[in-house]
């Protein structure tokens, strides 16, 4: 799963599409073991819509270099009823959505993507898990728990594009997907 959702964020940088789906496909299929083989790759379809949304925002308004304050006044409505759609469909707290829209926005003009990435994500793991998240033993129960954490580190080691920050992108995901798959008993 961490080898396949790399790959699907390299398709992405590809812009190789199908390819994307594939890959996020083969994740939400092990992921969302709630959902059957043809849910999944709708929440990956939307998902990879999403991407793409993304990119058509960033395409029209930034050019070879960002504009940051284009990018705040411009249209991510697309991008987040992509997300909405895989929420709907993965059956995903809908607040989801708007927070990974507000996360993406933000990681493109500067802003802090860390803290609802990180809230999405754990919408995104308690659902996957289908139990509450974070689910911290004792104190300290506040924060996001380990596990939407690992997909925050993963974000920065793609963002530095090389072969060797990939591989630790895809260490960390073992990880996260490791306690996914022992919640559902594998």
């Given amino acids: 799963m961490a080898r396949k959702i790399c790959e699907g964020f390299q398709a992405h940088d590809r812009r190789n599409r199908e390819a994307a789906i594939d890959a996020f496909a083969a994740?939400?299929?092990y992921?969302?073991?709630h959902l059957d083989a043809a849910t999944a790759e709708q929440a990956a379809t939307a998902y990879v819509d999403a991407l793409w949304a993304k990119d058509s925002v960033?395409?029209?308004i930034a050019g070879e270099?960002?504009?940051p304050d284009a990018l705040v006044d411009a249209d991510w409505t697309p991008v987040e009823r992509a997300f909405q759609r895989r929420a709907?469909?993965?059956g995903i707290d809908s607040a989801y959505a708007e927070l990974s829209t507000i996360a993406w926005r933000n990681h493109k003009i500067g802003g802090d993507y860390w803290t609802p990435m990180m809230r999405a994500q754990?919408?995104?793991v308690q659902t996957a898990l289908q139990a509450p998240y974070p689910d911290k033993p004792r104190h300290g129960q506040s924060g996001f728990g380990p596990t939407a954490t690992r997909y925050l580190l993963a974000v920065e080691?793609?963002?530095m594009r090389s072969d060797h920050h990939w591989r630790l992108?895809?260490?960390?995901m073992v990880g996260y997907y490791d306690r996914i798959l022992r919640s559902h008993g594998v």
Wanted: no cysteine; proline share 0%; glycine share 0%.
């Fill in 27 to 29: 994740v939400d299929r």
């Fill in 122 to 124: 754990a919408h995104e």
């Fill in 88 to 90: 709907e469909v993965a």
């Fill in 157 to 159: 080691l793609h963002d």
């Fill in 58 to 60: 960033e395409d029209t």
């Fill in 169 to 172: 992108a895809h260490d960390v």
């Fill in 65 to 67: 270099t960002v504009d």
């Fill in 31 to 33: 992921q969302f073991d």
